[in-house]
């Protein structure tokens, strides 16, 4: 019989919506954790460190082993995980007795599933056999977007309706993604991107020069996207004195909506355009918004900064993925998992150099965004990196 490939890419887009309200759904939280379980606020701000450390150990342990254990078991035990801790922070945190510990625990289970499938999705459906899989990988983790956008606006509009304690039985809603995806990947064809034995070791690819570009081009991915994207709630509060609430919807999902736009329309006609033209151009207009958001003395620009920059960075990190598997086709699992851990430690670096010029400049965001700019610099100079090297082994 012949195989139904659309499921697996269904199975994958609810892989990334399950990443998505891992990732978001908690931060929600944070000042209710505070309140109703006495957790200060310096031990809330551990949460997030938890959840990418977490996610980092994860991706470097699958390029060593996800090959042996196998990919329907790896991808069907992330979607346990991530249903497990949703589920578990229902529950837990009431039945320890310290309720931090039980947060924690939770956000562990879950950042283990939100970790595999990060590293896995992605050869998933490079393995299948699409047509224009730039385009179908950029679709692909616009559902990333997409699922984070809803997740805040779901949450938001449920508070709303129900009162906000009623999170725990949310928590169980949106466990039953992850749950009811268990069936999809059971079931959904998978395929492998080279045959067992073929794929090249995490040392014979430490070996290629082009990893180590791919690699920066990952770091700085991650941390074009995410440096913007942290900051963009903040920006807008004390830019234009908007409230918390107005300020997550004026920023984040602001930004999260124009890079998922960015990764569709690739994704419908990604075939037409040169992926690194596409991308160069993407890293000038992200240097551009950095710029303008770091420069204006008009607040209104400066988010119009913000938001822009989601479309840029939109087609990086899927484009990297992209460019790498096409050029290094032995790659495998390992090449996918080191992108990925490349892309967190971007994501989780960026945010916090920001941050740091931020507060060395008395608080100053903006001279925190001009530090940003190093990042789409270095993706730009990465990418002509690449693109010189593709042009000598042409030759």
Same mark, same amino acid.
């Given at each position: 019989?012949?195989?139904?490939?659309?499921?697996?890419?269904?199975?994958?887009?609810?892989?990334?919506?399950?990443?998505?309200?891992?990732?978001?759904?908690?931060?929600?939280?944070?000042?209710?954790?505070?309140?109703?379980?006495?957790?200060?606020?310096?031990?809330?701000?551990?949460?997030?460190?938890?959840?990418?450390?977490?996610?980092?150990?994860? +991706?470097?342990?699958?390029?060593?082993?996800? +090959?042996?254990?196998?990919?329907?078991?790896?991808?069907?035990?992330?979607?346990?995980?991530?249903?497990?801790?949703?589920?578990?922070?229902?529950?837990?945190?009431?039945?320890?007795? +310290?309720?931090?510990?039980?947060?924690?625990?939770?956000?562990?289970?879950?950042?283990?599933?939100?970790?595999?499938?990060?590293?896995?999705?992605?050869?998933?459906?490079?393995?299948?056999?699409?047509?224009?899989?730039?385009?179908?990988?950029?679709?692909?983790?616009?559902?990333?977007?997409?699922?984070?956008?809803?997740?805040?606006?779901?949450?938001?509009?449920?508070?709303?309706?129900?009162?906000?304690?009623?999170?725990?039985?949310?928590?169980?809603?949106?466990?039953?993604?992850?749950?009811?995806?268990?069936?999809?990947?059971?079931?959904?064809?998978?395929?492998?991107?080279?045959?067992?034995?073929?794929?090249?070791?995490?040392?014979?690819?430490?070996?290629?020069?082009?990893?180590?570009?791919?690699?920066?081009?990952?770091?700085?991915?991650?941390?074009?996207?995410?440096?913007?994207?942290?900051?963009?709630?903040?920006?807008?509060?004390?830019?234009?004195?908007?409230?918390?609430?107005?300020? +997550?919807?004026?920023?984040?999902?602001?930004?999260?909506?124009?890079?998922?736009?960015?990764?569709?329309?690739?994704?419908?006609?990604?075939?037409?355009?040169?992926?690194?033209?596409?991308?160069?151009?993407?890293?000038?207009?992200?240097?551009?918004?950095?710029?303008?958001?770091?420069?204006?003395?008009?607040?209104?620009?400066?988010?119009?900064?913000?938001?822009?920059?989601?479309?840029?960075?939109?087609?990086?990190?899927?484009?990297?993925?992209?460019?790498?598997?096409?050029?290094?086709?032995?790659?495998?699992?390992?090449?996918?998992?080191?992108?990925?851990?490349?892309?967190?430690?971007?994501?989780?670096?960026?945010?916090?150099?920001?941050?740091?010029?931020?507060?060395?400049?008395?608080?100053?965001?903006?001279?925190?965004?001009?530090?940003?700019?190093?990042?789409?610099?270095?993706?730009?100079?990465?990418?002509?990196?690449?693109?010189?090297?593709?042009?000598?082994?042409?030759?």
């Amino acid at each position: 019989m012949q195989k139904n490939y659309r499921k697996t890419l269904i199975a994958c887009y609810l892989g990334f919506i399950t990443q998505a309200i891992t990732a978001n759904f908690l931060p929600l939280l944070f000042l209710t954790f505070h309140t109703d379980y006495q957790i200060s606020l310096g031990k809330i701000a551990l949460i997030p460190t938890a959840f990418f450390l977490t996610q980092l150990i994860v +991706d470097a342990l699958c390029a060593r082993y996800v +090959d042996r254990i196998g990919y329907r078991r790896a991808i069907v035990a992330s979607q346990i995980g991530a249903g497990a801790g949703l589920i578990g922070l229902a529950v837990l945190p009431d039945l320890m007795p +310290d309720p931090f510990v039980g947060v924690i625990l939770c956000v562990i289970i879950y950042a283990i599933g939100s970790g595999l499938i990060e590293v896995l999705c992605s050869p998933i459906v490079e393995a299948c056999p699409f047509d224009h899989k730039e385009s179908v990988m950029s679709l692909l983790h616009s559902f990333y977007c997409w699922g984070s956008v809803g997740v805040v606006l779901l949450s938001t509009l449920f508070f709303a309706v129900f009162g906000i304690g009623s999170w725990r039985i949310l928590a169980c809603i949106w466990a039953l993604v992850p749950l009811y995806n268990i069936f999809n990947f059971a079931v959904c064809p998978i395929e492998h991107l080279v045959e067992d034995g073929k794929g090249l070791s995490i040392g014979q690819l430490c070996r290629v020069p082009l990893f180590w570009v791919a690699l920066l081009l990952m770091v700085c991915s991650g941390a074009s996207e995410l440096a913007m994207a942290q900051w963009a709630s903040a920006y807008a509060e004390s830019a234009l004195g908007l409230s918390k609430t107005m300020g +997550d919807l004026a920023g984040p999902c602001m930004f999260g909506i124009t890079m998922g736009l960015s990764r569709v329309i690739y994704g419908k006609y990604g075939e037409k355009v040169d992926l690194t033209a596409y991308m160069l151009g993407s890293g000038a207009l992200c240097l551009m918004c950095y710029v303008l958001a770091s420069m204006t003395a008009n607040p209104v620009w400066g988010l119009v900064g913000c938001i822009v920059c989601g479309f840029s960075v939109g087609i990086m990190w899927p484009g990297t993925i992209s460019i790498s598997s096409a050029r290094m086709p032995l790659g495998g699992t390992a090449l996918f998992a080191l992108l990925a851990m490349a892309g967190d430690l971007g994501g989780a670096f960026g945010p916090s150099l920001v941050g740091y010029a931020t507060q060395l400049a008395g608080d100053n965001l903006r001279m925190g965004m001009r530090v940003g700019c190093i990042f789409p610099i270095g993706l730009i100079i990465g990418l002509l990196v690449m693109k010189r090297m593709a042009k000598k082994k042409a030759d």
